[in-house]
Nanobody, 116 residues
Framework: QEHLVESGGGLVEAGGSLRLSCVAS????????MAWYRQSPGKERELVAT???????HVVDSVQGRFTISRDDAENTVFLQMNSLKAEDTAVYYC??????????WGQGTQVTVSS
């Protein structure tokens, strides 16, 4: 069973926007720290953004001012709004809940491709 399911990826032109969603089951996004990671071909997986159970958010410098992480407690969903996309944002994006009662949980990923 997949406890984190991402969606919203796709092909977009540089400068465009996408909103990724991560729907959680058996895990409360309100009660857990959540994160988005990404992995480009030939590179290690890297952190993109975090949101704590208390609602504090953080994005890494490379996406500062362009990406926003948020959540909808009623929908038990975490979002990653990505604006002003660049070719270097091309990656598989993964949703993560690191410290749940199930342990460290990952989604299956969603592909984002930005054409230049």
């Amino acid at each position: 069973q997949e406890h984190l399911v991402e969606s919203g990826g796709g092909l977009v032109e540089a400068g465009g926007s996408l909103r990724l969603s991560c729907v959680a089951s058996a895990i409360s996004v309100r009660l857990n720290d959540m994160a988005w990671y990404r992995q480009s071909p030939g590179k290690e997986r890297e952190l993109v953004a975090t949101i704590t159970f208390g609602g504090s958010t953080h994005v890494v410098d490379s996406v500062q001012g362009r990406f926003t992480i948020s959540r909808d407690d009623a929908e038990n969903t975490v979002f990653l709004q990505m604006n002003s996309l660049k070719a270097e944002d091309t990656a598989v994006y993964y949703c993560n809940a690191p410290n749940t009662w199930l342990g460290d949980v990952w989604g299956q990923g969603t592909q984002v491709t930005v054409s230049s």
